[in-house]
């Protein structure tokens, strides 16, 4: 570690400890709740899964009755969990510095895949908060049952109807730094057999002011989300239920991108059926049926003439349908067990019609040419109870999985890489894990795990055709025939906890053989014009990464509180060099005093400075930044059955100048936010 990393980190620890720390919100329904949110939000539970696999309960409570926060702002502040930048919506999700088809991102179970070849609709950025209960982070052991990774999984669960209770939510919010207005309610009607929720949200966001007042073009988005549930009691120990959320965002400003996006728009329905001790031997059983259709297009014609060398529209479908079943067996002794079976069918098709600004005849391509992706999966977890300090658990998980084109067009294409288009690959994913978990007297509890895993090459790395990264400036090409990447992790937590202070330190290593990476190849010629060359998908014969995190909470005196949460990663490929993408030593830190219906928050956001990089993926060194948010809220008692909940503050309070260094093309950040949120429950 050089003197410039040195000096990076100590302008973020000393900025922590002396602006002090993060914002924490307060909700009296939430049972388990995440660690740091940006904004507030209401989650009925946050769910972070850990080794131990046990559930974060921590003395900083970031969930309050407005839910106009987005989806980004709550995944930013969630433990593993890192966002890459490329706008200021639709984050893309990494966990411990692993993303794309390395994690599982599911909603209540079910797969969802983006329509998007540059990643500019991520899973979950067609959820919103006022959707979601249960946002399940499982970095290590239960990530399996979700699907094949190597990185862990992310299951956005959504807000469920509850039967005989009649109650709703209005919440509005106003920025300065956008001109931003975000609005979400929902309404939940139950009686004793049927109940229905309904919720959504409308967002209207500028472009928004970084630091010093610059306005940062291609910042805009428009937004609109609806939900519903309906669920029916069968007697007494079934429920039936049917979900359907749907999901549009327009004229979406990518400012790190060449092109912005005019419409990404889902449809996502299930059927659920769900016994509570129906079977003999089965605590639980669940099946479900679901379907979601993805539409996404870019395009350029916001952009002036002098940004855009050829104008071209980009359009992309993502169809998938699936079911799965998961049981939860009675107990058996010692050993407590969960069993699912699942299947998803996904179809993938992207185009790219590029326009000749002569008149001269249009190019036109597949870039994702028609995929269609069977995988059938079974998956099972096994918690054995040694004693009352031990516990055990053993799981695992197998796919069988089959990748294919059929668009005449798109085998065409591939005749010139080599390829007939006809073949139908198969693969095998696994995962096996255990996990040890002990206490330690009464205080302390120690956990750790290790797992072999794989998983499945993503549509862009099998099939891809000149995918063009604004990153590194190259167009991206797919090889059929591609490796699935393995994974060989361990991960050790030691865990604090009293009265007074809790703590919790985790470090785990990730050793990842056939790493799937671009590498150059300097006999191809770029599709874009001025793109730097042609990269194809390899496999690289390893990669490794460390992640490690430390998180303290405190209770100093009667009314106060203060937390603190350190992250740190770093990686590098078989040849030394440093992988990219990697987010440095970040720090979220917050004191806050609560007193009745009042509480008054002081928050700094910070990390060092990153200068373990990959050139080669066009990027470059990045700064250190630090900045201070302040926060206050009060909650007025309308009538016996209703509050209203204000709360106000100012984002990046002096006005800071920055960006960090998972944001691409090293736009900056929004600069001084006053915000205003009301809130009404009843």
Same mark, same amino acid.
């Given at each position: 570690?050089?003197?410039?990393?040195?000096?990076?980190?100590?302008?973020?620890?000393?900025?922590?400890?002396?602006?002090?720390?993060?914002?924490?919100?307060?909700?009296?329904?939430?049972?388990?709740?995440?660690?740091?949110?940006?904004?507030?939000?209401?989650?009925?539970?946050?769910?972070?899964?850990?080794?131990?696999?046990?559930?974060?309960?921590?003395?900083?409570?970031?969930?309050?009755?407005?839910?106009?926060?987005?989806?980004?702002?709550?995944?930013?502040?969630?433990?593993?969990?890192?966002?890459?930048?490329?706008?200021?919506?639709?984050?893309?999700?990494?966990? =411990?510095?692993?993303?794309?088809?390395?994690?599982?991102?599911?909603?209540?179970?079910?797969?969802?895949?983006?329509?998007?070849?540059?990643?500019?609709?991520?899973?979950?950025?067609?959820?919103?908060?006022?959707?979601?209960?249960?946002?399940?982070?499982?970095?290590?052991?239960?990530?399996?049952?979700?699907?094949?990774?190597?990185?862990?999984?992310?299951?956005?669960?959504?807000?469920?109807?509850?039967?005989?209770?009649?109650?709703?939510?209005? =919440?509005? %919010?106003?920025?300065?730094?956008?001109?931003?207005?975000?609005? %979400?309610? !929902?309404?939940?009607?139950?009686?004793?057999?049927?109940?229905?929720?309904?919720?959504?949200?409308? @967002?209207?966001?500028? #472009?928004?002011?970084?630091?010093? !007042?610059?306005?940062?073009?291609?910042?805009?988005?428009?937004?609109?989300?609806? %939900?519903?549930?309906?669920?029916?009691?069968?007697?007494?120990?079934?429920?039936?239920?049917?979900?359907?959320?749907?999901?549009?965002?327009?004229?979406?400003?990518?400012?790190?991108?060449?092109?912005?996006?005019?419409?990404?728009?889902?449809?996502?329905?299930?059927?659920?059926?769900?016994?509570?001790?129906?079977?003999?031997?089965?605590?639980?059983?669940?099946?479900?049926?679901? !379907?979601?259709?993805?539409?996404?297009?870019?395009?350029?014609?916001?952009?002036?003439?002098?940004?855009?060398?050829?104008?071209?529209?980009?359009?992309?479908?993502?169809?998938?349908?699936?079911?799965?079943?998961?049981?939860?067996?009675?107990?058996?002794?010692?050993?407590?067990?969960?069993?699912?079976?699942?299947?998803?069918?996904?179809?993938?098709?992207?185009?790219?019609?590029?326009?000749?600004?002569?008149?001269?005849?249009?190019?036109?391509?597949?870039?994702?040419?028609?995929?269609?992706?069977?995988?059938?999966?079974?998956?099972?977890?096994? =918690?054995?109870?040694?004693?009352?300090? #031990?516990?055990?658990?053993?799981?695992?998980?197998?796919?069988?999985?089959?990748?294919?084109?059929?668009?005449?067009?798109?085998?065409?294409?591939?005749?010139?890489?080599?390829?007939?288009?006809?073949?139908?690959?198969?693969?095998?994913?696994?995962?096996?894990?255990?996990?040890?978990?002990?206490?330690?007297?009464?205080?302390?509890?120690?956990?750790?795990?290790?797992?072999?895993?794989?998983?499945?090459?993503?549509?862009?790395?099998?099939?891809?055709?000149?995918?063009?990264?604004?990153?590194?400036?190259?167009?991206?090409?797919?090889?059929?025939?591609?490796?699935?990447?393995?994974?060989?992790?361990?991960?050790?937590?030691?865990?604090?906890?009293?009265?007074?202070?809790?703590?919790?330190?985790?470090?785990?290593?990730?050793?990842?053989?056939?790493?799937?990476?671009?590498?150059?190849?300097?006999?191809?010629?770029?599709?874009?014009?001025?793109?730097?060359?042609?990269?194809?998908?390899?496999?690289?014969?390893?990669?490794?990464?460390?992640? %490690?995190?430390?998180?303290?909470?405190?209770?100093?005196?009667?009314?106060?509180?203060?937390?603190?949460?350190?992250?740190?990663?770093?990686?590098?490929?078989?040849?030394?060099?440093?992988?990219?993408?990697?987010?440095?030593?970040?720090?979220?830190?917050?004191?806050?005093?609560?007193?009745?219906?009042?509480?008054?928050?002081?928050?700094?956001?910070?990390?060092?400075?990153?200068?373990?990089?990959?050139?080669?993926?066009?990027?470059?060194?990045?700064?250190?930044?630090?900045?201070?948010?302040?926060?206050?809220?009060?909650?007025?008692?309308?009538?016996?059955?209703?509050?209203?909940?204000?709360?106000?503050?100012?984002?990046?309070?002096?006005?800071?100048?920055?960006?960090?260094?998972?944001?691409?093309?090293?736009?900056? @950040?929004?600069?001084?936010?006053?915000?205003?949120?009301? !809130?009404?429950?009843?």
């Amino acid at each position: 570690m050089n003197m410039k990393q040195i000096g990076g980190i100590g302008t973020m620890l000393i900025f922590s400890f002396f602006s002090l720390f993060g914002q924490v919100t307060d909700s009296a329904a939430s049972e388990e709740v995440l660690f740091f949110q940006l904004k507030a939000y209401e989650l009925e539970v946050v769910s972070v899964l850990s080794d131990s696999q046990q559930v974060n309960n921590l003395t900083l409570n970031p969930i309050a009755s407005n839910t106009t926060s987005t989806m980004d702002e709550v995944l930013e502040k969630t433990p593993q969990v890192q966002l890459i930048k490329r706008g200021s919506f639709a984050y893309d999700p990494q966990i =411990n510095a692993l993303g794309g088809g390395q994690i599982t991102v599911s909603i209540d179970g079910m797969r969802i895949f983006g329509a998007c070849t540059d990643k500019m609709d991520p899973s979950s950025s067609y959820i919103e908060p006022i959707n979601l209960k249960k946002a399940e982070v499982s970095c290590h052991s239960n990530a399996s049952m979700q699907g094949s990774n190597v990185g862990g999984s992310l299951n956005l669960r959504t807000r469920k109807a509850k039967f005989s209770t009649i109650a709703g939510e209005l =919440n509005g %919010s106003l920025n300065s730094v956008s001109m931003g207005q975000d609005f %979400s309610g !929902g309404v939940n009607l139950g009686g004793k057999k049927l109940a229905i929720r309904m919720n959504g949200a409308i @967002r209207n966001h500028d #472009n928004y002011k970084a630091g010093g !007042g610059e306005i940062i073009k291609y910042t805009q988005y428009q937004k609109q989300n609806l %939900s519903i549930n309906l669920r029916n009691r069968l007697g007494e120990k079934w429920i039936l239920e049917g979900d359907y959320l749907y999901d549009e965002a327009n004229d979406v400003g990518f400012a790190a991108l060449p092109m912005d996006v005019a419409i990404a728009r889902t449809h996502l329905a299930s059927v659920t059926a769900t016994g509570y001790s129906a079977i003999s031997g089965i605590d639980k059983i669940q099946i479900k049926v679901y !379907g979601n259709q993805v539409y996404h297009l870019m395009d350029d014609s916001k952009r002036p003439d002098e940004e855009v060398a050829m104008r071209m529209d980009m359009p992309g479908w993502s169809d998938t349908y699936g079911a799965f079943a998961k049981l939860n067996l009675g107990r058996i002794g010692k050993h407590k067990i969960q069993l699912k079976t699942d299947y998803y069918y996904n179809f993938r098709r992207a185009e790219m019609t590029m326009f000749d600004p002569n008149g001269g005849a249009d190019m036109f391509m597949l870039t994702w040419p028609d995929v269609q992706r069977n995988v059938l999966g079974v998956a099972g977890v096994d =918690n054995i109870e040694l004693n009352d300090k #031990n516990s055990l658990a053993f799981s695992g998980r197998v796919d069988w999985a089959t990748t294919g084109i059929e668009d005449g067009f798109g085998k065409r294409q591939l005749t010139g890489l080599g390829y007939s288009g006809d073949e139908v690959y198969v693969h095998f994913p696994y995962s096996i894990s255990v996990l040890w978990n002990r206490r330690i007297g009464s205080n302390y509890q120690v956990s750790w795990s290790t797992s072999s895993s794989s998983r499945l090459p993503t549509t862009s790395e099998m099939y891809g055709y000149y995918l063009f990264n604004k990153e590194d400036g190259y167009d991206y090409i797919g090889r059929p025939d591609i490796k699935t990447e393995k994974s060989l992790r361990t991960n050790l937590e030691l865990k604090r906890k009293n009265r007074k202070v809790d703590w919790t330190v985790t470090a785990g290593y990730n050793r990842l053989f056939d790493f799937i990476y671009g590498v150059l190849d300097s006999n191809s010629s770029a599709m874009t014009i001025g793109g730097n060359g042609v990269k194809y998908f390899q496999n690289l014969s390893w990669a490794q990464i460390i992640n %490690s995190s430390f998180q303290l909470d405190y209770l100093p005196f009667k009314n106060w509180s203060i937390s603190t949460r350190f992250n740190y990663n770093w990686g590098e490929k078989y040849d030394k060099s440093s992988l990219p993408q990697i987010q440095p030593l970040t720090n979220v830190s917050a004191v806050k005093f609560k007193r009745n219906k009042f509480f008054l928050l002081l928050e700094s956001e910070a990390g060092s400075s990153q200068l373990l990089i990959d050139p080669e993926f066009g990027e470059d060194k990045t700064p250190s930044w630090a900045v201070l948010n302040v926060r206050a809220g009060y909650q007025i008692k309308v009538t016996k059955k209703s509050t209203l909940d204000i709360k106000t503050g100012i984002l990046n309070l002096f006005d800071h100048y920055y960006y960090r260094h998972l944001d691409w093309g090293n736009v900056p @950040r929004a600069g001084r936010n006053f915000y205003l949120n009301v !809130g009404w429950k009843f």
